[in-house]
């Protein structure tokens, strides 16, 4: 399975809960915080649903 990693770039403040949630549910705290993870369908889900918060690298 290929790995990504996803770093949080813009902060959820002022963002609805459900997105807030989302962030947390991917394990990302502050601002600049990344996190490598497993790509599978439902982390791609979460984030393609915070595409403007979060920036995606894949992982070699």
């Known amino acids: 399975m290929k790995k990504i990693k996803i770093t949080l ?17 991917l ?3 502050k601002t600049n915080s990344s996190r490598e993870v497993e790509a599978t369908p439902q982390i791609l889900g979460m984030v393609r ?7 995606v690298e894949e992982v070699k």
């Open 49 to 55: 649903k915070l595409t403007h918060l979060l920036k």
């Open 27 to 29: 394990g990302l705290n």
């Open 9 to 25: 770039v813009k902060s959820p403040i002022d963002r609805s809960e459900r997105q807030k949630l989302t962030v947390q549910a």
